[in-house]
């Protein structure tokens, strides 16, 4: 309980972040907008306009020598990570941590 309501998440402006859901025939509250819908959003919203990202979610299948694993998987739009005040990690073939 306090990791989820008392302390704050450890994001930039926290107190700004919005998710939008939307409900389709098979499924109610899924974080889910058509393209349209994003770029209605963006074209309507003033602060919306500069600052939005976005997330993908899919399956993918990860292959082995002898099987295969179907796993969850997300795409994400090239600014999402800064809205969090983070960038991506990146390291070097061989470099340790």
Known sequence: MRAV?????PYRDVD???TFRA?????AHAPALT???YIAL????GSLRRHRGTVNES???ITGVDD????P????????LALFGTAPAYRPTGEQP
């Open 5 to 9: 309501l008392l302390q704050p998440l």
């Open 35 to 37: 393209a349209e819908e």
């Open 16 to 18: 700004r972040l919005v």
């Open 42 to 45: 963006g074209e309507r919203t």
């Open 68 to 71: 295969m694993e179907n796993v």
């Open 73 to 80: 998987a997300a795409s994400i739009s090239d600014n999402l």
């Open 23 to 27: 409900d389709a025939p098979t499924v």
């Open 59 to 61: 399956r993918i299948s």
